[in-house]
């Protein structure tokens, strides 16, 4: 009688061996750069030159009916520097609320989300107004 046995184990292990020497032959071609195929430069992002710095970059412009808030040092400011309430005003007309350009992205929206109006635009403030409000700051400052 013939046990087949025998034979499977040799079978499998003629297949491993068979495996591994595919694996081998493959890893070899990999690195010495069989597979690698057509070479092509990097793909690199085109960016547009930097705009010139205008000076009334991110200004708006104040039409004669606009009311102007200027938010500062936590509160909200008028044209005469007083402080209001920035719910106190019609909602018909167009507020244009304005920052300091270096003021925090989390304050500023925290601002304008105390601004309930329908027509609302921000802007920042130009260098007279910063100078003003320094002005301001430091009266307020030296005021017990």
């Known amino acids: 009688m013939y046990d087949g046995?025998?034979?499977n184990a040799m079978t499998e292990i003629a297949l491993a061996l068979a495996m591994g020497f595919f694996s081998l032959l493959?890893?070899?071609m990999v690195s010495m750069g069989a597979g690698r195929g057509k070479e092509t430069s990097a793909t690199t992002a085109v960016l547009a030159p930097?705009?010139?710095?205008?000076?009334?970059?991110g200004a708006t412009a104040v039409e004669p009916d606009d009311i102007i808030l200027i938010y500062f040092d936590g509160g909200f400011l008028?044209?005469?520097?007083?402080?209001v309430e920035p719910d106190s005003f019609d909602g018909a007309r167009r507020i244009v609320l304005a920052f300091a350009p270096d003021i925090p992205l989390a304050e500023?929206?925290?601002a304008r989300a105390r601004v309930?109006?329908?027509r609302l635009v921000v802007s920042t403030?130009?260098?007279?107004?910063?100078?003003?409000?320094a002005d301001l700051g430091s009266r307020k400052g030296s005021n017990p």
């Open 5 to 7: 046995s025998q034979g």
């Open 26 to 28: 493959v890893l070899a």
């Open 50 to 57: 930097p705009a010139a710095k205008a000076a009334d970059q």
């Open 78 to 83: 008028d044209t005469e520097l007083r402080a």
């Open 108 to 110: 500023a929206m925290t």
């Open 116 to 118: 309930s109006a329908e």
């Open 125 to 133: 403030l130009d260098d007279a107004w910063l100078g003003a409000l």
